[in-house]
């Protein structure tokens, strides 16, 4: 038999007190039947004493029977209204059970089933707040895929390298809470480390910041060649947590080598000043991809600087590049000079050509080059080299060549400019250039001081109203 059944039909089973009040209560109205019959019914018989004595007994019990009722409708009301306040959202409110009836089983099943409730909206709360430390990990990881996914897209793009480097320490801010991230480098051939960029709080303060070799930051990174930590579980010496608290004003703080070549290159940093931050592999692994992509954007723009110091053409014009310019203007001042011989060199500049590029676009611009390339090159010899020097510069190498012959020829150049531009319509599609000579050994001994010269030259010549050449005797 089941326990239910058992408390349904025991002594202290609600249905029993009913059955006891239902009784006593009973007894009232069979006295009220007994009196009237022995008053109105059967008059001669009187009323004893004794039926008095039993009306008041009767009257007693029938009481009681009433107050057992009360309790167990009130027990019922306060089941009821203890009910009402859970279904209202008061988990935490308990029912008072005073006796193991049906009415105590109710109450007390109402206990288990809210405390079962209790512990299900505690673990609710408990996924809830994990849930959203989940998804506060997720979103980061997001914002930081989508940084290194930009820096990967500067990296294919060929972007400058100072503006990779700049995306990387700010990309890299948004791991472990950092308030500042850093980039300290050193150029090939230096031992100090400088710093090159900062982001964050009083970044400004960051970056006179140096650090040779000798200090014990590079030492212990550069002997050890691991990730640098300073945070609440990893304690360093003194000397080096007083450079970290001075200098780089920071209680904490992760700094990871790069090394290229086998040679270490920069330090990336991240820190803050929070109290209770440790710093997990998570953390370093993370730094450690946009430290990877920092050592690829150094080797690329190495690589580029590596291959344009080969090239020797302009990709635009065809013509000579800067570098092959000076390097073969330097040959010939040595070979004029072996042979007691004149070089000439001539620089022209487009005038405005700033104004000119922002008014009608590159595409414009790039054909106005590439035209002007053609007369420059036509207007030349064999034995004589043009080049573009800048992206409005052009220059000349005249081997066997003096500046009166060298001034003849750049105002050739200039009068066949203007005068092939002059067909335009529109005033402002007009190209002129002005320009300046020089010549070995009169104007300078080395390649440097004969294009310093002519520049100057050609300066003077923008001043005295553009679309002119201009050599040294003119401003004697």
């Known amino acids: 038999m089941k326990k239910s059944d058992k408390s349904a039909i025991s002594p202290k089973g609600l249905k029993y007190k009913l059955k006891i009040s239902f009784a006593l209560m009973s007894i009232l109205p069979l006295l009220v039947c007994v009196y009237l019959v022995s008053h109105y019914m059967f008059p001669r018989v009187g009323l004893r004493v004794d039926i008095i004595v039993f009306i008041v007994i009767s009257i007693f019990i029938a ?3 009433f107050f057992v009722v009360k309790e167990v409708f009130d027990r019922i009301v306060s089941i009821t209204n203890g ?6 959202g008061d988990y935490y409110h308990n029912l008072e059970v005073l006796q193991g009836d049906e009415v105590g089983d109710l109450g007390d099943a109402f206990n288990k089933l809210t405390q079962r409730i209790r512990n299900n909206m505690d673990e609710l709360k408990n996924y809830s707040e994990k849930t959203a430390e989940i998804n506060l990990g997720i979103q980061k990881r997001i914002i930081v895929l989508s940084g290194l996914l930009q820096i990967s897209s500067l990296i294919s793009q060929s972007a400058k390298l100072e503006e990779i480097l700049k995306a990387i320490v700010e990309k890299s801010r948004l791991l472990a809470s950092s308030d500042t991230s850093f980039l300290l480098y050193r150029e090939e051939g230096q031992e100090t480390f400088y710093m090159r960029w900062a982001e964050g709080l009083g970044f400004q303060q960051l970056l006179d910041i140096r650090i040779d070799p000798t200090d014990d930051v590079f030492y212990r990174i550069n002997n050890s060649n691991k990730p640098f930590i300073l945070d609440k579980k990893n304690l360093l010496p003194a000397a080096v947590t007083s450079f970290v608290h001075d200098k780089l004003r920071l209680r904490n703080t992760l700094i990871l080598p790069i090394s290229l070549r086998g040679r270490i290159i920069a330090l990336l940093g991240i820190g803050n000043n929070i109290d209770y931050v440790t710093y997990v592999q ?3 692994e993370l730094l450690d991809v946009f430290a990877k992509q920092l050592a ?7 690589l580029n600087h590596s291959i344009r110091k080969l090239e020797i053409k302009d990709n635009l014009t065809g013509l000579y590049n800067e570098v092959f310019m000076r390097s073969r203007l330097q040959e010939e001042i040595k ?11 001539i620089l022209l500049d487009i005038d405005n050509f700033k104004p000119y590029t922002q008014k009608f676009g590159s595409i414009q611009t790039e054909s106005a080059l590439k035209k002007i390339a053609v007369l420059i090159r036509g207007s030349v010899s064999e034995i004589d080299r043009v080049g573009r020097m800048s992206d409005d510069e052009f220059a000349v190498i005249l081997p066997e060549k003096n500046k009166r012959q060298a001034q003849e020829m ?30 070995n050994p009169l104007d300078g001994i080395n390649a440097e001081e004969l294009i310093a010269k002519a520049k100057e030259m050609m300066d003077l010549a923008k001043k005295a109203g ?4 201009a050599i040294v005797k003119e401003t004697q």
């Open 466 to 469: 553009r679309n002119r050449i």
């Open 335 to 345: 070979r004029a000079i072996m042979y007691q011989r004149p070089c000439a060199f």
């Open 282 to 284: 998570e953390d370093i």
């Open 83 to 88: 009910a009402k306040l859970i279904a209202s």
């Open 296 to 302: 690829i954007a150094v080797e690329n723009d190495i």
């Open 410 to 439: 750049a105002e050739g150049i200039r009068k066949k400019i203007e005068f092939s531009f002059s067909e335009e319509e529109d005033t402002a599609k007009r190209v002129t250039v002005s320009g300046g000579v020089s010549e």
């Open 63 to 65: 009481l009681i029977g």
